[in-house]
């Protein structure tokens, strides 16, 4: 940890009437911290990293914009309530960044609330404060609050009466100003670019519990409603300008559902013109706080709880909203599942494209909209899908409204999965378009963490459940089916009690079928039955490659299921271990790897190449060169001695792969479709 003396400025109340500048070392304010008393969060004192002429303005407050005279340090807020501190700790350390982490007086583990204090190697102009905080921001994954852009803005400091308060100090012994990354990774106020107004309220952080003292230190501005909506929609103080207006409401006698509808039709313009972040502050919690705190000033009687019953006769029936008819809801969360191979992935860009440029889901009408697609691997081939989804489609190029991440991201992780929202966030901002769909695929490559624990799957279900209420979006996940594919997706049951349709993807007879297997809020819908068409792509080289669209065959009927072929104990193990091997994205492994795998798993050394003989001679693989794929003659397969009918662990796994090399080729194309998938 760093060790420069720094200055700091300790302020008694609230209103900064009073102050003390004091000096230190990073790691004596951090003991400070630590060993800092019990206190109410009223009687809490608050802390500055800068320095302060100690001239009061009109107001008798010395704690302004313009009072500053140096800063040496940043502060952070964060109050979203999904990020821990330990999250957030981490992802500091991994920048080897001196800084400290401290819960608020509204922290709680279930809902974590803290702030980030971060020591400058020198002092800087108050100005240079806004480049400080986007970098610090930044290394955060763009989670920081507004608050925390306000050049003067002041944080609580104290431990609470009762409950949990944590004093995380990093190891790192790297100055924010001296990190190398600092501009890279900047993330402005409201995702903006460098040099973006920062705007200045001149008020303290915002918790769950602000004061109601908050709204004295807004002076309302005179006006009438209509002006004030103006100021709101176009100005650039939002928060002030919703304070006025709801101060103006609660004195009119509006009740707290009125003033939400207000706010909520005003949201959208604010969205347009002033982006997603700042119209997200005119809704829930924050609209809350601002009318509590009216109604604490005496502007007018206590409106509705936020808890409360509705009597069942005033409860109306809505009809059920399709994103895809019959198949996906919108707003809600569904999980496609199947063994490696069978064509998950397929169908998931498939309906992905469908929804990104509003082409009905094979006879189903879509309702068109972006899609977000986080992408685990494969990045080309999720390329040449889309490109050939298009071309086969009629579209001249791949569809503006699909967006394709860079890499997976775990899910488990809530500082991830805010940085994945902020990421979806951006691009909402510079797109002006909604996300419709959010696609995990797969769940493995986004997960870090035990898939067979309740408390692992169900941080995902809750990260994932915040993307999809942030925009009401659907979100599908990619998923693996375990061994017993008739038992469902792999590991924890809390998936499958999370989700609200499940569907499994499965290979009999060739082709490609979509079942469903749970419909929360509507009846199962007919299976569908898809073959693969090949579609050549003319690369920029003038080289041809092949890939491949589905077309439906029977929305109704199930697929006849293939026999199995019958093969000896190794032969079944040796060629299990190749599939895995393969997942859904690889075409060939090397034999030497695949060779090792096999003595790993108890293969005989002298029996495996006997066994890779007779697999190739029945066309089960192909050998290239020294690698391996799945053969054209790859069907399901079962040990020796077995029924057909998967009553065998063996039989019913390997009835899950029979998603290797199929017939399904017209016979212009010199290809495998099967190979593709």
């Not at 819960?103 to 204090?117: A, G, Y």
């Not at 791949?398 to 805010?418: C, I, R, T």
């Not at 020294?626 to 001695?641: Q, T």
Request: hydrophobic share 35%; net charge negative.
């Amino acid at each position: 940890m760093t060790t420069r003396v720094i200055k700091y400025t300790y302020f008694s109340d609230a209103r900064g009437r009073a102050l003390q500048e004091r000096e230190t070392t990073f790691p004596e304010l951090c003991t400070m911290l630590e060993e800092i008393p019990p206190c109410d969060k009223k009687a809490a004192p608050l802390i500055k990293l800068a320095t302060f002429t100690g001239q009061p303005n009109d107001n008798g407050c010395r704690r302004y914009d313009a009072a500053m005279t140096a800063i040496t340090g940043v502060e952070g807020d964060y109050d979203e309530g999904d990020v821990t501190p330990e999250d957030a700790h981490e992802r500091l350390e991994r920048y080897n960044l001196s800084a400290v982490i401290v819960t608020t007086h509204s922290h709680t583990p279930d809902r974590p609330r803290w702030r980030v204090l971060v020591p400058l190697a020198r002092d800087h102009l108050p100005q240079d404060r806004e480049r400080l905080a986007a970098g610090l921001n930044g290394a955060l994954g763009g989670i920081l609050a507004r608050e925390s852009f306000t050049m003067s803005q002041s944080f609580y400091i104290g431990r609470p009466p009762n409950g949990e308060y944590k004093v995380l100090p990093t190891s790192g012994a790297v100055y924010l100003d001296e990190w190398p990354a600092l501009d890279a990774s900047a993330i402005y106020k409201n995702g903006a670019a460098p040099g973006a107004a920062s705007g200045s309220y001149d008020i303290v952080a915002g918790e769950d519990d602000e004061d109601p003292e908050l709204l004295e230190m807004v002076p309302a501005k005179p006006g009438s409603m209509e002006e004030l909506l103006e100021a709101l929609q176009q100005g650039e103080d939002v928060h002030g300008s919703s304070l006025r207006l709801v101060g103006q409401l609660v004195g009119r006698g509006a009740d707290d559902d009125t003033i939400r509808l207000v706010f909520s039709a005003v949201a959208y313009d604010v969205a347009e013109h002033r982006g997603e972040e700042r119209a997200r502050e005119l809704l829930g919690a924050e609209l809350q706080r601002m009318i509590d705190g009216a109604r604490a000033k005496g502007y007018g009687q206590i409106g509705s709880d936020a808890f409360a019953f509705v009597q069942a006769t005033e409860m109306s029936v809505q009809p059920v909203s399709w994103l895809v008819h019959a198949y996906l809801e919108e707003d809600t969360m569904a999980v496609m599942y199947g063994a490696p191979g069978m064509g998950k992935s397929f169908l998931a860009l498939d309906m992905s494209c469908c929804v990104a440029t509003g082409t009905p889901f094979h006879g189903q009408a879509v309702k068109q909209g972006a899609v977000f697609y986080i992408a685990g691997e494969g990045h080309n081939g999720i390329a040449r899908r889309v490109k050939a989804w298009a071309q086969y489609h009629g579209f001249s190029g791949m569809p503006e409204q699909l967006f394709v991440s860079k890499a997976p991201a775990d899910l488990v992780n809530g500082l991830n999965a805010v940085g994945v929202a902020n990421a979806i966030r951006r691009l909402v901002i510079a797109t002006g378009v909604m996300p419709r769909v959010i696609v995990i695929d797969t769940m493995a490559r986004n997960f870090i963490g035990d898939e067979n624990s309740a408390a692992d799957v169900g941080r995902f279900v809750s990260n994932v459940d915040m993307l999809r209420r942030k925009w009401r979006a659907t979100v599908v996940i990619v998923h693996h089916s375990g061994k017993d594919s008739s038992k469902g997706a792999r590991g924890s049951s809390a998936l499958k009690g999370a989700v609200d349709a499940e569907y499994e993807v499965s290979r009999p007879g060739g082709g490609v079928q979509l079942t469903a297997h749970k419909m929360k809020d509507a009846e199962n819908p007919p299976d569908l039955s898809f073959e693969m068409i090949a579609v050549p792509l003319q690369e920029d080289t003038h080289a041809v490659t092949i890939s491949a669209v589905l077309k439906l065959t029977d929305h109704s009927a199930h697929m006849k299921p293939e026999e199995p072929v019958r093969l000896g104990k190794h032969q079944v193990t040796v060629l299990d271990i190749l599939k895995q091997m393969l997942g859904d994205d690889t075409e060939s492994v090397s034999v030497a790897h695949w060779q090792t795998q096999c003595i790993e798993a108890r293969v005989p050394r002298n029996r495996f190449y006997e066994v890779k003989d007779t697999l190739e001679g029945r066309k089960l693989i192909r050998i290239d060169g020294a690698n391996v794929s799945l053969g054209e003659g790859c069907p399901s397969v079962s040990p020796s001695g077995t029924k057909p009918d998967g009553q065998t662990g063996h039989t019913s796994r390997q009835q899950n792969r029979t998603d290797t090399k199929r017939q399904c080729r017209p016979s212009e194309v010199a290809t495998d479709i099967s190979d593709l998938i």
